[in-house]
């Protein structure tokens, strides 16, 4: 039987990939709302491929507009698509033990076969992609998107009750279940479970506790969290609870706190916006901005966490005003044999 391991994020990259928001409540329902979706889009892709290569998918109804925003240097693929969540419908890259690249293939329902998802075309995504990078898909029948695992390359791996265990997902599987598919499918055998991601990713358009909004590797040895200092905060007790998890499951590890933006609600109640959520490409960390005091600070731990990367600070609000951050809308083709 292959044995098969997935790179760390800081792992050297072949290239990113993306996928053009097209439809649904991403795009939005009037014109400035397409707008502001594809320019948070653009923004991002147009600041990793200062660093690798990209190829962004794009439905076919949209080739023409996406290349219109995208830097030259791009490639647009053309690709149909339900929605433009890359981390959560992408295949998982792993590696065999001579350093050939696969893909994972999750099985993706819409983030638990939520009433206002649609799937059919995006669960076909991870196995296009695959074909498109020329490696064999992995697949495997556990309900699983990118956001709700990261993983520290040497056998650790973050995730969350609430999704691998939850509802609409694999109810029906023991952990002792998920734990041996994880094992098989990305080579890792030491499992923190976080109970529940934070607030805000359990209202209508959440995911229901991803993992990368909450906590992350930035090596082998340190985990960096998402600390919510103001005690009004719901996500202050979460903060505190993740702390407290990852003492217990990983009493090896440092924990590094990346404090939350001061920034606590909008008008649909407290934001969840986090700095946990960024993207690390070679030579360079993509970092949520939201405007806010905090993006600073934010940027210095991180420039402290991924020694010698450039930080480069990406406006995330239109992101997480659609339920997600860059990491979310980004997957990471590691090179083979990394």
Do not use: K
């Amino acid at each position: 039987m292959t044995t098969w391991r997935m790179p760390p994020e800081w792992a050297p990259h072949e290239r990113t990939w993306m996928a053009w928001p097209s439809a649904g409540y991403t795009l939005g329902a009037t014109p400035e709302e397409a707008g502001q979706a594809r320019r948070a889009w653009a923004a991002v892709a147009n600041a990793i491929i200062q660093f690798e290569p990209l190829t962004m998918c794009v439905d076919p109804r949209d080739v023409d507009i996406a290349r219109g925003m995208l830097h030259q240097d791009v490639a647009v693929m053309e690709m149909p698509l339900d929605d433009a969540w890359m981390r959560d419908i992408g295949p998982t890259f792993v590696l065999d033990d001579a350093g050939g690249l696969a893909g994972v293939d999750w099985v993706f329902n819409g983030w638990g076969a939520q009433s206002w998802a649609s799937w059919d075309r995006d669960a076909q995504v991870a196995h296009r992609v695959c074909a498109a990078a020329g490696v064999p898909t992995v697949d495997s029948a556990l309900v699983n998107e990118g956001g709700a695992i990261h993983v520290n390359g040497a056998g650790a791996v973050l995730l969350t009750r609430t999704v691998q265990l939850g509802e609409g997902r694999n109810a029906d599987w023991l952990q002792e279940s998920v734990e041996e598919e994880l094992n098989r499918t990305l080579g890792v055998d030491r499992f923190a479970w976080l109970e529940r991601g934070l607030t805000r990713d359990y209202e209508e358009f959440g995911t229901r506790g991803h993992v990368d909004i909450v906590a992350c590797f930035s090596n082998e040895h340190t985990i960096l969290i998402h600390d919510q200092l103001d005690p009004d905060h719901p996500d202050h007790e979460v903060s505190a609870e993740v702390r407290r998890a990852l003492t217990g499951f990983l009493p090896d590890f440092d924990i590094v706190g990346v404090p939350a933006p001061e920034f606590l609600s909008d008008e649909e109640g407290w934001v969840d916006y986090s700095y946990i959520n960024h993207y690390v490409c070679n030579g360079a960390v993509i970092l949520c901005a939201f405007d806010d005091p905090g993006d600073e600070r934010a940027a210095e731990i991180l420039g402290s966490a991924y020694p010698g990367r450039e930080i480069v600070l990406v406006d995330a609000r239109p992101l997480f005003a659609r339920g997600g951050g860059i990491h979310c809308i980004t997957q990471q083709q590691p090179e083979a044999g990394s």
